[in-house]
């Protein structure tokens, strides 16, 4: 038995072959689908068939699966498939508590980090970092904008209206949903993100969403279709389903009565007596749109933030909305004492930056796959709910941590040539560790702090702006919490940065007292 974080639907099929399942994810798998989990029994998991596909377990960097790797799983060990490939995953499983059979190859970063950088340049909509990583992935560019994008968020929420910077919020939706003209055909589609395939998977009938998925993503996507097909849509844009009929509820929270919905983590509850709610009710849909593609092929398309809904038709059974926050340009929310508070922690950012050698920052930012494990080592905090407090020490922590990963694959090798490998990797890799290098690092986790504690203000008084509360449902009844998130966006190039509170995410994801929605 498995316990998922993710999207309810389960995105794969099993087959039984007596004591062995074989399990097949289809290559055009929605990355919404592929979620942290845990096993209730120890596994072996033997890679049939797949190719491009990641995985990755928790507290670790994630690695390309190849045919005949054998993944030995230990029991309620947080574990996930990375990222969908080219062609379907074919896995063996076992349960099993016997000792592992055969050790896995950890393959290099190189096609992942070129997969993504070539995603990027396409004009696709990739994933996004959190803004104070763009320290750790962007060299000195990557810095210097990050702090030059709180700085707009600080002037626009202090109702300075030149700022460049627009807000979006990120909602807790699933499954992703693409609908819009083919402009090959000029037919009418919803699809999944197997809509960049090198074979585009789109669903122009109801047929064909049947034919290609099954269970509740089906549902979802045949109502998506029959509800979005006739709004009027000329671009291709995508969005986040919120609900279908059947995903409302009505519900007590804190003795008012609230309509909710919750496709994941978050509670979403609308007052029940309120205009909204009304408007909700007699939807069969809800999505919330973000991004819009453009291009004279799918392969071509070019994404922007952002969705122009004037042109959309309004009828009563779909509720959509597109995910900015109000122009809060002239409205001053910041207080004169979270301003000042916010200054002084850029003030704070900006005099480390200045200490800090560009010269790591570039390293860095040139070997991804090496800045890829710093966030990788970082995020042991964040799962822990704890923030980097003496920066020194999360230095040498940072350095055992890379000998203990070491270690451990050494102490798997057998041979001595693959010893000599292990040994000849780690030296390398080592290098980077530098008495300059350390001391900048040292800058670098303290120039990470004082963005998160501006980061933290600015995503409190955003959160104040949400117009539908948000709440996690416990063992205990529910509890009030922050959106899932906001994007900033900055006009100029279309850029993008996470603001998240990951302290809260954290723990809204990962506690066991947190009742998700697909565990009800």
């Given amino acids: 038995m498995e316990t998922f974080f993710g999207n309810m639907s389960k995105p794969y099929t099993d087959k039984s072959n007596g004591e062995l399942k074989i399990r ?11 979620v942290w989990h845990r096993d209730k029994g120890d596994r072996v998991v033997t890679v049939l068939e797949g190719e491009g596909w990641m995985f990755q377990m928790d507290n670790t960097i994630p690695y390309e699966l190849e045919e005949g790797d054998v993944l030995n799983i230990s029991k309620m060990e947080y574990h996930r498939i990375y990222k969908a490939g080219s062609t379907d995953l074919v896995l063996e499983i076992k349960e099993s508590n016997s000792e592992p059979i055969k050790e896995f190859k ?5 096609q992942y980090i070129t997969a993504l950088s070539e995603a990027a340049k396409a004009g696709k909509n990739t994933h996004m970092v959190h803004i104070e990583d ?16 709180l700085r707009s968020l600080r002037d626009m929420l202090a109702g300075n209206s030149n700022s460049s910077t627009d807000v979006t919020v990120k909602w807790d939706g699933a499954p992703a949903v693409f609908a819009g003209i083919d402009p090959q055909d000029g037919q009418f ?9 090198k074979d585009p998977k789109v669903y122009k009938s109801e047929a064909d969403v049947r034919a290609d998925t099954s269970g509740d993503l089906a549902e979802k996507l045949v109502i998506a279709y029959k509800e979005l097909k006739d709004l009027g849509i000329t671009d291709v844009i995508q969005g986040d389903v919120m609900f279908t009929k059947g995903d409302l509820n009505s519900e007590s929270i804190d003795g008012e009565k609230y309509i909710t919905f919750q496709p994941n983590t978050l509670v979403y509850a609308v007052p029940a007596k309120s205009d909204l709610a009304k408007t909700m009710l007699k939807a069969n849909l809800g999505v919330v749109w973000h991004t819009t593609y453009k291009g004279k092929d799918f392969a071509s398309m070019k994404a ?29 929310t910041l207080t004169k004492l979270d301003t000042e508070e916010v200054t002084q922690a850029l003030s704070k950012a900006g005099k480390i930056f200045q200490k800090i050698k560009s010269t790591t920052l570039s390293e860095l930012e040139s070997n991804q796959a090496l800045a890829i494990k710093l966030e990788t080592f970082n995020n042991t905090l964040v799962r822990k709910g704890e923030r980097i407090t003496s920066t020194a020490k999360h230095v040498q922590d940072l350095i055992a941590w890379f000998d203990l990963k070491f270690k451990k694959e050494y102490e798997k090798r057998s041979s001595d040539k693959g010893k000599a490998n292990v040994t000849a990797k780690h030296e390398e890799e080592m290098k980077f560790f530098s008495k300059e290098n350390k001391k900048n690092l040292d800058l670098m986790f303290q120039l990470m702090n004082a963005i998160v504690d501006a980061k933290l203000i600015i995503i409190n008084k955003l959160d104040k702006l949400k117009e539908i509360d948000t709440f996690v449902r416990t063992r205990n009844g529910f509890k009030v919490t922050g959106s899932e998130g906001f994007v900033a966006i900055d006009r100029a190039s279309n850029g993008a940065v996470k603001l998240v509170d990951r302290m809260e995410f954290s723990t809204n994801n990962f506690s066991p007292d947190v009742i998700k929605g697909w565990e009800r």
């Fill in 24 to 34: 097949t994810f289809e290559s055009n798998t929605d990355s919404h689908e592929l």
């Fill in 106 to 110: 950890m393959k290099s970063f190189n």
């Fill in 134 to 149: 763009r320290v750790i992935y962007g060299g000195v560019k990557g810095a210097r904008e990050a702090i030059l994008a």
């Fill in 189 to 197: 589609f919803v699809a999944k993100k197997g809509i960049f395939n």
């Fill in 304 to 332: 922007s933030f952002g969705v122009n809904l004037k042109g959309l038709k309004k009828k009563p059974s779909v509720w959509y909305q597109d995910a900015d926050l109000q122009d809060l340009s002239g409205t001053a």
